[in-house]
Structure formats: C-alpha cells, structure tokens
C-alpha cells in the first residue's frame, strides 16, 4: 500500500521551528516524510536533517520523497526514545531544532493489514515496529483481567472499561481473540446500547491497546527531556500531540521548565541563574484552521506546542 501522510499543523510548526538553514535538525517521527520535506528545503548544503521513524514502510517511502530535494539527510531506523544515543554515535552534540509529530500517521491506520483500525478486518497487531514481538494480539488474549482494565481506562479514557475488559476475559476461554473484527464484537456485547449508538464502541479500546503495544505514553518525556539537553540555546522544540494524555505530558514536562522559580520580592536585578531554561512561544496550544479542518478530519484533535531554549540545564 502507497505511504500517504496528511501533515498536520504543517505550516504552523515548521515556522515554529525558525529554521536556521546552516543548522541541524531532527525529525522525531519521519511518517510519511512531510515535515522531514519542508525542513530539508530550507537548508543549505551546511545544514544536516536526521529522522526518526519505526515503522520501514514509512522509511522507504520518505526516503524516495526526501532524495528529489537533496542528500544532507540521515533517516534513523529507531524509537526516537534512543535519540541521544543514536545523535551521540553520529558525533552530535547540539540540535538547532526538534519536530515531534506523536500518535499513529494516516497510512497505518489506513492499511488494513495492520490492524490498527476497527474499520477493517486484520489479524490483531497494532504494531508500529513490525520487527518487536509484542502486538495486540499478545495484549488482548494474554494480559491479566487487571491489566487490560488498567490500559482501556487509563489510555483509552474509556467509561466501560470494566466491563469490556471482563468481556475479553471471558470471551478469551473458549478461543483467543484473533480479528479487529472479533475484537469490536467483543467490546459492542460490553458496552450498553445507548454508548454504542452515540459513537463507535471500539474507538477508546483500540486506542488504549495501540497506546500500549506501542508504548507511546512512557517514551515522550525521556525523549523530550534528551530533547532539552542537546538543544541550542535559541533553538526550538515543536510537538504536535492528538489526544489528551499525549498533551498532558508535553504541557507539563514545557511548564516546568519555563516556570520562574520563587524568588524574594524587591530583587534590583534578575540573577541569570535562575531564569528559566524554557519559553513557550505561544501561550496556548496551536490547533489547525478551518482551511485545515476541512481538508484533514483527522487535525481536529492536534495540538502544536512551540518552546525556545533561554539557557542550559544547571
């Protein structure tokens, strides 16, 4: 299936970004490779863009798109969980600017063979590296009653968690859960008629277990704080989130660098210690406009964060 990827917040986060065309940049989440596009544009041949993405479909077909602009990129097979690692051993020290596009891109839920959507029939897998052993399947048809209705409340915000983890429970026994398909008609005999009627029942399960196989939740801070670290002073961080729990982590971990410590009133001057070591450029999140909202269903739930480093961690 042909890699196509909706950029969201396209225009808004690469000029968040203010793009030094001598400078390095990373793109955490290469996708589809629309953002990756715009930055390596605006470089000259002095600057360098490195991506990252799990996902090999992802990688072949942004590679293909990024080669007619230029050469002076690297796409980075890995989590970017590993960024520093992986920037480390390519003798990287300091990054002009980072890009973050979080969640799951159009062409994985899109292709039905990858089981991400209950809008399609597909062996449970959920997986965005194809290559680790955990999927959906595993999360479903292994994991404890307890654990199930952990993630489904926890990631999915679902109201019917209890239930619906008890009914994959019992389900389970008589033959595993192997389908999307089977596991929607699972969670439709757990959720009352009226739930199902005002929204498809499956949407909060599907994307707690996704969350979950993914591990998406746990990898955002470390990665934004490394972010933090090997950022130029003045160099900037945009992060595009799509559900609450995703923002949650990037607004708090952003609050508390840019927040100004206590300090007695009455002080002539402001030590320089102890500004903070973030701003956040826009006060409130960015969302798309309704040119946007009308071309992409999908950019009615993304947030762009934009914060600009002042000075080094202490």
Same mark, same amino acid.
């Given at each position: 299936?042909?890699?196509?990827?909706?950029?969201?917040?396209?225009?808004?986060?690469?000029?968040?970004?203010?793009?030094?065309?001598?400078?390095? $940049?990373?793109?955490?989440?290469?996708?589809?490779?629309?953002?990756?596009?715009?930055?390596?544009?605006?470089?000259?041949?002095?600057?360098?863009?490195?991506?990252?993405?799990?996902?090999?479909?992802?990688?072949?077909?942004?590679?293909?798109?990024?080669?007619?602009?230029?050469?002076?990129?690297?796409?980075?097979?890995?989590?970017?969980?590993?960024?520093?690692?992986?920037?480390?051993?390519?003798?990287?020290?300091?990054?002009?600017?980072?890009?973050?596009?979080?969640?799951?891109?159009?062409?994985?839920?899109?292709?039905?063979?990858?089981?991400?959507? $209950?809008?399609?029939?597909?062996?449970?897998?959920?997986?965005?590296?194809?290559?680790?052993?955990?999927?959906?399947?595993?999360?479903?048809?292994?994991?404890?009653?307890?654990?199930?209705?952990?993630?489904?409340?926890?990631?999915?915000?679902?109201?019917?968690?209890?239930?619906?983890?008890?009914?994959?429970?019992?389900?389970?026994?008589?033959?595993?859960?192997?389908?999307?398909?089977? @596991?929607?008609?699972?969670?439709?005999?757990?959720?009352?008629?009226?739930?199902?009627?005002?929204?498809?029942?499956?949407?909060?399960?599907?994307?707690?277990?996704?969350?979950?196989?993914?591990?998406? @939740? +746990?990898?955002?801070?470390?990665?934004?704080? +490394?972010?933090? +670290?090997?950022?130029?002073?003045?160099?900037?961080?945009?992060?595009?989130?799509?559900?609450? @729990?995703?923002?949650?982590?990037?607004?708090?971990?952003?609050?508390?660098?840019?927040?100004?410590?206590?300090?007695?009133?009455?002080?002539?001057?402001?030590?320089?210690?102890?500004?903070?070591?973030?701003?956040?450029?826009?006060?409130?999140?960015?969302?798309?406009?309704?040119?946007?909202?009308?071309?992409?269903?999908?950019?009615?739930?993304?947030?762009?964060?934009?914060?600009?480093? @002042?000075?080094?961690?202490?």
């Amino acid at each position: 299936m042909e890699f196509k990827h909706y950029s969201v917040l396209l225009d808004e986060s690469i000029e968040g970004l203010n793009i030094n065309p001598s400078g390095i $940049y990373v793109d955490c989440t290469l996708g589809g490779g629309g953002h990756s596009s715009e930055i390596l544009k605006r470089l000259n041949q002095d600057g360098f863009l490195y991506a990252f993405d799990q996902d090999i479909n992802a990688i072949e077909a942004s590679n293909e798109r990024l080669k007619q602009i230029g050469s002076n990129y690297e796409i980075i097979n890995s989590n970017f969980v590993n960024l520093k690692e992986e920037l480390n051993n390519r003798n990287v020290s300091k990054v002009d600017g980072f890009i973050y596009d979080l969640g799951v891109s159009s062409p994985q839920f899109d292709n039905p063979e990858r089981g991400f959507s $209950y809008n399609y029939d597909a062996r449970l897998d959920m997986r965005m590296d194809v290559n680790q052993s955990l999927s959906a399947y595993e999360v479903v048809n292994e994991y404890r009653f307890e654990d199930l209705y952990y993630i489904i409340s926890r990631y999915g915000e679902e109201s019917f968690a209890k239930s619906i983890a008890r009914e994959i429970e019992r389900t389970r026994i008589k033959k595993p859960i192997e389908t999307t398909f089977e @596991l929607v008609e699972v969670i439709k005999r757990a959720v009352p008629a009226k739930a199902r009627r005002e929204k498809h029942p499956a949407k909060r399960t599907f994307q707690a277990i996704r969350i979950a196989v993914n591990q998406e @939740l +746990d990898v955002i801070k470390p990665a934004l704080e +490394d972010s933090i +670290d090997l950022i130029k002073v003045n160099g900037r961080i945009c992060v595009i989130t799509f559900h609450s @729990l995703e923002d949650k982590i990037v607004k708090t971990l952003f609050k508390e660098y840019s927040s100004m410590p206590e300090l007695p009133k009455g002080l002539p001057v402001f030590p320089s210690a102890y500004q903070p070591v973030l701003q956040m450029i826009n006060r409130k999140a960015i969302i798309a406009n309704e040119t946007e909202l009308e071309e992409n269903n999908r950019s009615h739930s993304a947030k762009l964060r934009i914060v600009e480093k @002042l000075r080094e961690k202490d």
